[in-house]
T-cell receptor, first 114, second 113 residues
């Protein structure tokens, strides 16, 4: 157990639907990062939150949004789902500052859009 | 912009040594990380370099040359369980991002008996 909790582990939904992925960071970590990993691609950075505020945005589609709550857990909302959104979605967290440990990843949510 | 290159696939023999290279181009560089990822699982941290030179950690070592934008991960005494994807990632401090990591597409290593 890495300390980063992601739910659900698996999600199967139809095109056009909306889903919410949840992430609880490791205790003491203030930053949460969301990444998408498709079958033939690397980890694509979506968005970062730090202590409740959006800090950086990557190639995140307008259909996707995220937020970080006062208790530091984060949710990634994916709407108007398309077949191409099928992927592994990882959440990671890190403590304040630029430490040597990088991120700690959650076990991911595997999203299948049918 | 940012660009991280690593070989797509490599094959090595159990007990041997393998070197996985990574080249990068990025501004705001503040450290290079290597992660291991087994299929369908979360990436796990292997090593971190921010200064030039070699960092050794058991069977794994990582090297960095900032002037060349180059790193490698060296795996010794390969075991079957080392079959996995190895991800090179660069920390980017631009745009106010705190600790943002940009990942390469990964090198899929197959260890054969």
């Amino acid at each position: 157990d890495s300390g980063v909790t992601q739910t659900p582990k698996h999600l199967i939904t139809a095109t056009g639907q909306r889903v919410t992925l949840r992430c609880s960071p490791r205790s003491g970590d203030l930053s949460v990062y969301w990444y998408q990993q498709s079958l033939d691609q690397g980890l694509q950075f979506l968005i970062q939150y730090y202590n409740g505020e959006e800090r950086a945005k990557g190639n995140i589609l307008e259909r996707f949004s995220a937020q970080q709550f006062p208790d530091l857990h984060s949710e990634l909302n994916l709407s108007s789902l398309e077949l191409g959104d099928s992927a592994l979605y990882f959440c990671a967290s890190s403590p304040p500052g630029q430490g040597q440990g990088g991120y700690t990843f959650g076990s991911g949510t595997r999203l299948t859009v049918v | 912009g940012q660009n991280i290159d690593q070989p797509t696939e490599m094959t090595a023999t159990e007990g041997a040594i393998v070197q996985i290279n990574c080249t990068y181009q990025t501004s705001g560089f503040n450290g290079l990380f290597w992660y291991q990822q087994h299929a369908g699982e979360a990436p796990t941290f292997l090593s971190y370099n921010v200064l030039d030179g070699l960092e050794e950690k058991g069977r794994f070592s990582s090297f960095l040359s900032r002037s060349k934008g180059y790193s490698y991960l060296l795996l010794k005494e390969l075991q079957m369980k080392d079959s996995a994807s190895y991800l090179c990632a660069v920390r980017d401090l631009r745009s106010g991002a705190t600790n943002k990591l940009i990942f390469g597409t990964g090198t899929l290593l197959a260890v054969q008996p």
